[in-house]
């Protein structure tokens, strides 16, 4: 199994920046997809962005530009850039790993971070 642990996350000002790290551990093969999904209050999971093992970047429309997700293949990590922040952008920030052409519901889930960005 993997086991993913998110850092990083905080109370900000609009308009701020904050740099999101998850390490994953255990069963961790080389070819996976990593990336951030968020929850704000009362809403439901919405993709963030991912990123292959090769470095491919998937992003949700309304994150491009502001958002930058990289990655650490040697030590298991990806991170998420995050400016330009705004109060739409609260909400719990989850790290999520599956293998290479797994489906979705393969994922494994960090147990989440808080972005709190205040106006």
């Known amino acids: 199994q993997v086991q993913l642990v998110e850092s990083g996350g905080g109370l900000v000002q609009a308009g701020g920046s904050l740099r999101l790290s998850c390490v994953a551990s255990?069963?961790?093969?080389?070819?996976?997809?990593m990336g951030w999904y968020r929850q704000a209050p009362g809403k439901q999971r919405e993709l963030v962005g991912t990123i292959t093992s090769g470095g491919s970047t998937n992003y949700a429309d309304s994150m491009k530009g502001r958002f930058t997700i990289s990655r650490d293949n040697a030590k298991n990590t990806v991170f998420l850039q995050m400016n330009s922040l705004n109060s739409e952008d609260t909400g719990v920030y989850y790290c999520m790993y599956r293998l290479s052409g797994q489906a979705y519901g393969n994922n494994r889930w960090g147990q989440g971070t808080q972005v709190t960005v205040s106006s």
């Open positions: 255990g069963s961790v093969l080389s070819s996976s997809i």
